[in-house]
């Protein structure tokens, strides 16, 4: 396998060849905010956190989606770049009713990290406060509309690691929500395993166990499963 | 079917044409169909049974003729003499018509001078074959030099000498970005053989467009026999047009044109019986604007949720299920025959250094003329809307022409000077777009203009990236309460900010482009803001300014 070398924020780091800006800089410690991203899934680049400067291109880039080329330059962290992000997140907490002190997400939750990391310590703009439904019907968890942030980790982790495809969006814009098969109530849904990855790769207080005040998150077991899988770990 | 056989088709037709002693076309198209074109066709039909005309004169159902405020059109063509426009047409006047043909007198009202400048001005190459052909018959296309440029193309050109022609001609793409068609062609044909697809973007979308509606109504097989030639030119076998659910009229044009193209092996396979393939099968939107952006049309044709993806990879290395894809939209198409037929160097004489050939606009809005025009790249706007479009109504002034629809910006009456071109348009803050022309008078309120694309743009988001899903409401809201004069200079900063939000951080074109009203209002009618915020009036007297919450 070749390697590349590109320049990241001035220094010279190293690329496995096909390998994303993100993974790059994951790997040599240069931090860069994601939501949508999710290790073992696919990417949708859709959150636009991860957007970074490419010498040579006017447009901004998304790092999870953009593969490093030998020689490139790349930006992570400029005021622009930041400024964006806490835009971004801006816009995420008055979208829908993130209440972190009645969430059950509360410190574990990742939106909530974004914020604090960035230093959004308010929002200038209009809350919308949709008056969003909860879907209680299944036995073990709740998805609650209110909380969701559209990052497609659920959709995702559904549909290629426990390739149920249980989970996919309806409505366009503003009106988009995550709905189990055809707009069914999660409990009565046929393709559903119960399996749980999605409450497990949710970001926020979307999905959540029922009885719970905070879901347990595991960041790591999407990555080992598709490694097993890969390596033939399991010969049933 | 071969090229004899065509030619003897041609022959046959041009024969019966030279044999009718009139020719009398009804514009078809959906504008003058709904002021009642169908019913004054039938009754030219009716009528010339009734007075045993049936074999000097014939009537036929025709592509758009401009005028649409005038209509239902009628264009009577007798022998050599110069032909007689009628405006609004009625099934008596029709009746009238046919009654006086015999003796050589045609009614004297209704008529329309066709030495105004709405005519003379304008330079027609795609709707070069409204009132001459009818939409629903190929034998009419035929007879008027159709497929002529196909037969040519696969009798005596390779590939390689397509894609250099209509490099050659300057074309660049009509859906409004402008990439150069010619250059788009030769990377697709460079990409990897097998697997190439051929898709006619025809998902218009803009409000107040109806240019591509036109074309797809009016001459179907114009825009067969350019995606026939783009198919050789770059080795696809299959083509998929993408046309929106709302013009039935053109999906059924369509369907008719593809079965008779297929019937005289225009289309299918072994084309005039040659080694090459092309079939077109055609995919209906069901509603979606952000279908127009062509990595959104592909996951739909694909039969996904049509969401855009980010590029790169552009579709032309990895389009349709992955395969090498060339995409180009309806008007690009129409004007690829014209392109073959007489040399990409002769298109290129027409228009300006960067931007040539010609530009269909609909206009729209506070003028004249309302219909649909095609000029040559480089006319100044003023004389499109002055000049073509006859002007404003009722004696008020010019206020703004709005290009491009939600994507585009607003132009003051300051440039109206301004050649329309890509680059031109694009230097003041606007684009090109598809070719929708919006005039605005002093009646219109620019803020009230910027919201209401506004909130198009969000109703049409589809809700994949959050600068776009998330921004495009908040500046809605902004704008909303400039309307309702309760906004402060605060409000004015933040609607800046996150125009520039959106435009640099958003998925696709729609987001990127969303702010673009906004952001040409704020340069060109920056008062008009600050009046509405410091001084609680608006202007032109549309706003509410209410003083209530919006919320």
Not at chain 2, 195 to 204: L, P, Q, S, W
Not at chain 2, 329 to 343: C, D, M, R
Not at chain 2, 420 to 440: C, F, H, N, P, R
Not at chain 2, 501 to 518: E, F, I
């Amino acid at each position: 396998m070749s390697v590349t070398t590109l320049t990241m924020n001035g220094t010279l780091v190293s690329a496995a060849e096909g390998a994303t800006l993100l993974a790059v800089a994951r790997e040599h410690h240069i931090p860069i905010p994601t939501l949508c991203h999710f290790e073992g899934l696919s990417e949708v680049g859709a959150c636009r956190l991860c957007l970074v400067e490419v010498e040579g291109s006017n447009r901004l880039q998304a790092a999870c989606m953009t593969k490093a080329v030998e020689g490139m330059t790349v930006t992570t962290n400029s005021e622009t770049l930041r400024s964006y992000r806490r835009q971004i997140v801006e816009l995420l907490l008055a979208e829908r009713n993130h209440v972190c002190a009645v969430c059950v997400a509360n410190h574990t939750c990742e939106l909530q990290n974004l914020a604090v990391s960035m230093g959004v310590h308010h929002v200038r703009y209009e809350p919308q406060a949709p008056q969003l439904s909860m879907d209680a019907s299944h036995p073990r968890w709740i998805l609650d509309h209110n909380r969701c942030v559209l990052c497609t980790r659920c959709v995702r982790v559904c549909d290629e690691i426990e390739g149920a495809h249980t989970w996919d969006l309806m409505g366009r814009g503003r009106h988009t929500l995550v709905i189990s098969d055809l707009h069914e109530p999660w409990g009565q849904s046929e393709s559903c395993t119960s399996c749980g990855k999605c409450v497990r790769v949710c970001p926020t207080g979307a999905l959540f166990e029922k009885g719970t005040s905070a879901t347990n998150k595991d960041p790591h077991f999407v990555t080992y499963l598709k490694m097993a899988r890969e390596q033939k770990l399991w010969n049933r | 079917m071969i090229a004899d056989d065509l030619a003897a088709v041609r022959e046959r037709e041009r024969t019966a044409i030279s044999l009718s002693t009139a020719r009398i076309a009804v514009c078809s198209a959906a504008g003058c169909i709904s002021t009642g074109g169908a019913a004054v066709k039938d009754a030219l039909g009716a009528a010339v049974i009734a007075h045993n005309l049936s074999g000097s004169v014939r009537v036929l159902g025709t592509g758009c003729l401009g005028l649409c405020h005038a209509g239902p059109l009628m264009r009577v063509t007798r022998g050599d003499a110069e032909p007689v426009l009628f405006t609004k047409t009625t099934p008596a006047f029709a009746e009238r018509v046919i009654a006086g043909l015999p003796s050589g007198v045609l009614p004297l009202e209704q008529r329309c001078d066709l030495q105004q400048p709405f005519f003379t001005r304008q330079h027609r190459i795609v709707t070069s074959d409204a009132g001459i052909v009818d939409s629903e018959r190929i034998e009419d296309y035929l007879a008027a030099g159709g497929y002529t440029a196909l037969e040519r193309t696969l009798a005596e050109l390779h590939p390689e000498d397509v894609v250099r022609e209509v490099s050659l001609s300057g074309l660049r793409g009509r859906g409004g970005a402008g990439y150069p068609t010619g250059l788009k062609w030769s990377t697709v044909a460079k990409a990897a053989g097998h697997g190439t697809f051929i898709v006619c973007n025809a998902d218009e979308g803009d409000p107040g467009a109806f240019m591509d509606r036109s074309v797809l109504e009016g001459d179907p097989h114009r825009v067969l026999e350019g995606m026939a030639i783009a198919a050789y030119a770059v080795g696809a076998e299959q083509g998929y047009i993408y046309v929106r659910g709302e013009y039935p009229l053109a999906i059924t044009r369509l369907k008719t044109a593809i079965r008779q193209a297929e019937r005289m092996q225009l289309l299918g396979h072994r084309i005039l019986d040659s080694q090459f393939n092309f079939r077109i099968d055609l995919r209906i939107g069901a509603g979606a604007f952000v279908c127009g952006e062509e990595t959104a049309l592909i996951a739909s044709i694909e039969g996904k949720r049509g969401m855009p993806r980010p590029r790169p990879p552009f579709p032309a290395e990895a389009g349709l299920w992955g395969r090498p894809t060339l995409i180009n939209n309806v008007e690009t198409y129409a004007n690829i025959a014209p392109i073959i037929l007489h040399g990409g160097a002769h298109y290129a004489t027409l228009g300006t250094e960067r931007s040539k050939g010609t530009k269909v606009f609909a206009l729209a809005g506070r003028i004249v003329n309302t219909g649909l025009v095609e000029v040559p790249m480089g006319m100044p706007l003023g004389e499109i809307i002055f000049d073509i479009g006859g002007g404003i109504p009722d004696e008020r002034q010019f206020k703004a022409a709005q290009t491009g629809g939600p994507s585009g910006g607003c132009i003051p009456a300051a440039h109206l000077d301004l050649p329309v071109d890509y680059e031109a348009l694009a230097g003041i803050g606007s684009i090109m777009g598809s070719g929708g022309l919006i005039v605005m008078d002093e009646t219109s309120c620019m803020v009230d203009v910027a919201r209401y694309f506004m909130e198009f743009c969000r109703d049409e988001s589809c809700g994949k990236c959050v600068p776009c899903r998330a921004g495009t409401v908040q500046m809605h809201g902004l704008l909303t309460k400039m309307t309702h004069g309760t906004a402060t200079d605060r409000d004015l900063a933040l609607l800046e900010q996150l125009a520039e939000l959106t435009t640099r951080t958003s998925l696709c074109g729609l987001g990127q482009t969303a702010a673009n009203p906004v952001r040409s209002t704020l340069r060109h009618f920056h008062d008009e803001y600050l009046a509405h915020i410091h001084d609680h009036v608006c202007p032109a007297g549309v706003c509410a300014m209410n003083g209530e919450d919006p919320r």
